[in-house]
């Protein structure tokens, strides 16, 4: 068991004053269940339940009030009432909706009692069963596979992740971190699988596992399905996806297939609550606030770069590449990109963004648009000189501010540079393995610029 990064949200949930009742979103396998029980330990109670048990469900079927409910919970567990902390874990909470009814009364009557429920399909079962979700009584938190981060520190390389979180990064950690970076796309982020390479680091022998988690997730979010055409949908899009990932999309006859865009667009949002995959939608702003356009078609982000690699069949493509950009057209290191920021936050689900230019002819299109402060902020994945970023120039040339980033396999660097129009502004040059710390750099590089400003305006 090693520790996740989602284990300091839930301290600072543990300490609210209005604490609610928490909702651990993300889906199956990413952890949810591990990072609870190590969380578990700071507390001098701890009741654990697994709707999947019958046992265990069978407890909030008996329409208990609250009060008789948590003592039916104590006796089931053998335990006794403690002065000290108490912590709940309903595990699955998908499988009883007479559970998430229950969570509002926590709140409302057993406030000392922290509860924490998991579930990898709730929005699903809330939707299809039409259960009266507690609204205001409730909160969220996210969990998906684990960071560059988080793999630093579950392999134990104590050193590397000392360099990685030195701001700014030093030069000379530039070639071990981009290594390990590689291993790390190469792999992805599932726990099960990370923590098997630590073991034996042999990546042959994690290919049991890579399909184990398929088929877990094709066995799981069939299961609610509306009815049979859908669930033979929902198997065409989940394996399809990974072959489809870092594209835009469009539904109908996605994947090849005969299906009507009606279909996909349920099978797909079906995955996406399943958080198994995201579509991520493309906006055509340089300001704030930033929208998506619901519109346009969207570019499709599988949960975990390292299934994506198994299922493409790219893993041996790894061992011949330096740079990540150099294979798969690029796609690997968008999407990994991708899944590093999606994973940056934790307390509410925001989805990226890409940015593509207004008129109908262009195909103009920036990777990424990341709002930091009162900034739009355009990020490209891309190698190569900065002159050669003719999506990103156009989207300066329109921008009211002169701040942009890249991410690629060189060295940390910021540089004043201009578009092929002619205006100036700043480069950030961040190496890939960097994205996770995106605003940790862009605050660096205002503070920077700031340095830099005073400079020119103290006198000799």
Same mark, same amino acid.
């Given at each position: 068991?090693?520790? =996740? ?16 009742? #928490? ?41 208990? *009030? ?9 006796? %089931? ?29 926590? &709140? ?17 079962? /809330?939707?299809?069963?039409?259960? *009266? ?8 938190? @996210? ?80 299961? &609610? ?21 870092? *594209? ?10 005969? &299906?009507? *865009? ?37 570019? #499709?982000? @599988? ?49 990226? /963004? ?17 709002? %930091? ?7 490209? /994945? ?42 100036? &502004? ?6 890939? @393995? ?21 400079? =020119?305006?103290?006198?000799?």
């Amino acid at each position: 068991m090693f520790s =996740r990064s989602i284990i300091d949200n839930l301290r600072a949930w543990k300490s609210l004053p209005d604490r609610k009742p #928490l909702i651990l979103r993300g889906a199956r396998q990413v952890g949810k269940t591990t990072a609870v029980e190590l969380f578990a330990k700071e507390f001098d109670l701890y009741l654990y339940l697994n709707l999947e048990i019958d046992e265990d469900l069978k407890l909030f079927q008996r329409n208990l *009030s609250i009060h008789d409910l948590y003592q039916s919970i104590l006796l %089931h567990k053998d335990q006794s009432a403690v002065t000290g902390t108490t912590l709940l874990f309903i595990d699955e909470i998908q499988n009883s909706p007479e559970a998430v009814k229950m969570l509002r009364f926590f &709140y409302e009557f057993l406030p000392a009692v922290h509860v924490i429920a998991a579930g990898s399909l709730l929005e699903v079962m /809330v939707k299809q069963q039409q259960i *009266s979700f507690p609204v205001g009584r409730v909160q969220f938190s @996210f969990m998906y596979p684990l960071t560059f981060r988080e793999f630093l520190t579950a392999l134990g390389l104590n050193s590397a992740l000392e360099n990685f979180d030195a701001l700014p990064l030093p030069d000379f950690a530039h070639p071990k971190l981009m290594t390990l970076f590689h291993r790390y796309t190469l792999i992805g982020g599932m726990p099960e699988i990370v923590s098997k390479y630590a073991q034996h680091q042999d990546i042959a022998g994690l290919k049991p596992l890579y399909q184990a988690l398929l088929t877990s997730f094709g066995d799981d979010v069939t299961k &609610y399905a509306r009815h049979n055409t859908l669930r033979h949908i929902i198997r065409h899009c989940l394996d399809t996806a990974p072959h489809e990932a870092g *594209s835009r999309i469009a539904f109908a006859g996605f994947g090849k297939s005969n &299906y009507r *865009s009606r279909e996909v667009s349920e099978a797909l949002k079906t995955l996406e609550q399943a958080m198994i995959l995201y579509l991520l939608y493309p906006t055509t702003t340089t300001e704030i606030p930033i929208m998506p356009d619901l519109r346009k078609s969207p570019r #499709l982000q @599988f949960l975990d770069t390292g299934l994506l690699n198994f299922v493409a069949g790219l893993q041996g493509h790894f061992f011949q590449q330096e740079d990540l950009h150099a294979f798969y057209r690029g796609k690997i290191a968008e999407h990994i990109v991708g899944q590093e920021l999606l994973a940056a936050t934790t307390d509410i689900h925001k989805k990226p /963004v890409f940015w593509v230019r207004e008129k109908k002819q262009s195909s103009a299109e920036v990777d990424y648009l990341v709002q %930091h402060n009162q900034l739009a902020i355009p990020v490209e /994945v891309k190698s190569g000189k900065a002159g050669t970023l003719r999506s990103l120039h156009q989207f300066i040339d329109q921008s009211p501010h002169p701040y942009a980033v890249r991410l690629y396999s060189g060295k940390l660097e910021l540089m004043e540079t201009q578009t092929i129009e002619g205006r100036r &502004y700043w480069l950030l040059n961040l190496p890939y @393995f960097l994205a996770g710390r995106l605003n940790d750099y862009i605050d660096w590089m205002v503070e920077q610029l700031a340095d830099k400003r005073k400079e =020119r305006l103290t006198p000799l």
